[in-house]
């Protein structure tokens, strides 16, 4: 049964930083593009950052470019998302999707495994 299992989330002050992890088992994953989504309360759920198979492409949300950094360590089967100056804005719960195929996609549709979310609220 595969496995997505999110932990790094928590509370922290506008202008700080959190990292997230998200380990896989029971899938072939350095064969799949890997992204993380949030979903604020009352809106839909959205992309933030994707990044393929063998690291090469790299895809981020505008609202967190030059701010946030995903990255993959196949041989752990993890992802991470490293995340800097904070903004309120950015409380959501964090999702780690496993796409289809290798691609980074930025479509929630191409992502066909999920975690079960961790919270990261910013304070102001």
């Known amino acids: 049964q595969v496995q997505l299992i999110e932990s790094g989330g928590g509370l922290v002050q506008a202008g700080g930083s959190l990292r997230l992890s998200c380990a896989a088992s029971a899938l072939s994953f350095s064969g799949r593009g890997m992204a993380w989504f949030r979903q604020a309360p009352g809106k839909e759920r959205e992309y933030v950052a994707g990044i393929s198979a063998s690291s090469g492409s790299r895809n981020y949300a505008d609202s967190v470019k030059g701010r946030f950094t995903i990255s993959r360590d196949n041989a752990k089967n993890t992802v991470y998302l490293q995340m800097n100056s904070l903004k309120p804005e950015d409380t959501a719960v964090y999702y780690c999707?496993?796409?289809?195929?290798?691609?980074?996609?930025?479509?929630?549709?191409?992502?066909?495994?999920w975690g079960q979310g961790t919270q990261v609220t910013v304070s102001s």
């Open positions: 999707a496993a796409g289809s195929g290798s691609w980074p996609y930025t479509n929630l549709s191409q992502y066909n495994y």
